[in-house]
């Protein structure tokens, strides 16, 4: 998958509501990749297996800050007013 292709589906899913709502089962989380790549080749988009696996392997700087923060509330508190 080059990286036009992959810029040319983020577009088309930024502009296309009816696009986001018809490939959503593919690019939800966890999706199986071969078919998440077949719905994603029946709408034009030329991105295989390999590519989906490939990609979620690799973690975006945004996904990178929003996991770094390390700030998680553990503290249990016994009074409304804690």
């Keep these: 998958m080059s990286t036009s292709e ?8 930024a502009r296309d509501v009816a696009l986001r709502a018809r490939l959503a089962p593919a690019l939800a989380p966890g999706a199986p990749p071969v078919e998440a790549a077949a719905l994603l080749q029946s709408a034009g988009y030329r991105i295989g297996p390999e590519h989906l696996r490939q990609a979620e392997a690799e973690l975006d ?22």
Excluded at 6 to 13: A, C, G, K, V
Excluded at 61 to 80: A, C, E, H, I, Y
């Design 6 to 13: 992959l810029q040319r589906l983020t577009t088309d899913l």
């Design 61 to 82: 700087d945004d996904t990178l800050d929003r996991v770094s923060g390390g700030q998680t509330n553990t503290r249990k508190p016994t009074s409304p007013f804690d």
